[in-house]
């Protein structure tokens, strides 16, 4: 049974976005889409362990999907002359016929993010059915509570089903009205593959992927807007680091323990040449760096550096600072204080650390006092260094981090 869970958990994380999409597609209904999908999941559970684990296994949790949508209809009575059309259809067709069509896990980008949806449910429904998170690792990431996830993810749902919103891609004139929510859903899905907010990996590089590969598809549809070219070359630079940011034994590998040759000097190149485009196409509307675009800048710096100690410190903290006024948070501000404390000292990085708690900003996050206890060890204070990372230790979710930063704490106690 172990096994079988921990087969169909793997399987989900890679095709749980292709199988909801597809079961989209035929329903035109993403929030039956996704549950039905969920359906599948446990059926698998309750069937693989005595019949055995089908020869294609995401075909098999498609087709049982769409016939669960199938019977919904039916108890809704809602089976129509199309419905008996699709059925007979699955009736026929084998159960690994299956392709997954790029399209339709764009469409399901845009549909989760339709405007009749609230930004804070179009990134929650995003993240569960796009993403294929968990309402415990979306909550984590978004710094709220679980109840206040599912309560997000059911009227977003509700929603889209009351406003009867179709299963397409918008109208081209639609597009940059509906950009920021899909780019902020986007670069979130990528955030959760560079440091997983639970589980035992500190990076996911399939959830990572999926977001540059629809990032790249934004790009293709809106060639001459800067923020998407921004937002892939920002991802494309952060992806470049995965190998050398996780241990064999799947550890955390902070910056300055890397080893730079690991680094994917193709993937960074990409990187920069797609901030260069970034760049080009805010010239020519006359406009300046986006947040995304700024990121980029910052992680150019760090891409291009020859180690920690060469790297241009007070280039990022002037970014940060940048960053902070176009589009102002505390967990950039956070990362300001870090860049500060490279390119002026622990104390001056100390002082906006012990601001940003005062204002209680990241109450609840590990963020915030594993940075203090880094600077606090800087300076000397080494129990009270101790005490803020095993904090940050009981925080985090995950494993891998949870071990970095119970070792600095040892490391310390010694």
């Keep these: 049974m172990d096994d079988v869970r921990r087969t169909v958990d793997a399987l989900w994380r890679i095709e749980g976005l292709r199988i909801t999409a597809s079961v989209a597609k035929m329903t035109g209904d993403v929030g039956l889409a996704e549950d039905v999908a969920q359906e599948a999941v446990l059926e698998a559970l309750q069937s693989w362990p005595d019949a055995g684990i089908p020869r294609n296994p995401g075909a098999w949790l498609t087709a049982v999907a769409k016939r669960r949508a199938i019977d919904a209809w039916r108890r809704r009575e809602r089976l129509d002359e199309r419905y008996e059309t699709i059925a007979h259809a699955l009736d026929q067709a084998p159960d690994d016929d299956w392709e997954p069509i790029d399209d339709d896990v764009l469409r399901l980008v845009f549909t989760a993010c339709h405007p009749a949806l609230s930004r804070e449910s179009q990134v929650a429904l995003t993240l569960r059915v796009v993403a294929g998170l968990s309402t415990d690792e979306i909550a984590r990431m978004l710094l709220t509570s679980v109840p206040t996830v599912q309560a997000r993810i059911t009227r977003a ?17 639609e597009w940059r009205g509906r950009l920021s929510a899909v780019l902020g859903v986007v670069y979130l899905v990528f955030t959760e593959g560079y440091a997983a907010t639970a589980g035992d990996r500190w990076v996911r590089p399939d959830l990572a992927d999926e977001a540059i590969r629809l990032g790249r598809i934004v790009t293709g549809l809106l060639p001459r807007e800067p923020e998407p070219l921004g937002l892939l070359a920002l991802m494309e630079l952060q992806r470049a680091r995965f190998a050398a940011r996780e241990s064999g034994s799947g550890g955390a590998v902070l910056l300055a323990d890397q080893d730079r040759s ?12 797609l901030l260069r485009k970034a760049d080009a196409a805010a010239a020519a509307r006359g406009t300046g760096r986006g947040p995304y675009a700024l990121q980029a800048a910052i992680a150019a710096c760090h891409a291009v550096a020859p180690s920690v100690a060469e ?29 500060v404390s490279m390119a002026s000292g622990p104390a001056d990085a100390l002082a906006i650390v012990d601001a940003l708690e005062e204002s209680g900003a ?30 940050a230790a009981a925080l985090t979710a995950n494993a891998a981090q949870q071990q970095v930063l119970r070792a600095k704490a040892e490391a310390l106690a010694g």
């Design 262 to 273: 690991r680094w994917d000097r193709g993937q960074i190149a990409r990187g920069l040449d």
């Design 157 to 173: 749902k509700k929603t889209l089903a009351a406003a009867r919103v179709p299963f397409e891609t918008p109208d081209p004139a």
């Design 311 to 339: 790297t241009d410190w007070p280039r990022i903290v002037l970014l940060y600072e940048v960053l902070g006024r176009v589009a102002p948070s505390p967990v950039v501000e956070l990362n300001r204080a870090a860049a």
């Design 362 to 391: 990241l109450h609840g996050s590990h963020l915030l006092p594993s940075v203090r206890g880094e600077l606090l060890a800087q300076l000397g204070r080494v129990d009270e260094a101790r005490s803020e990372l095993l904090t």
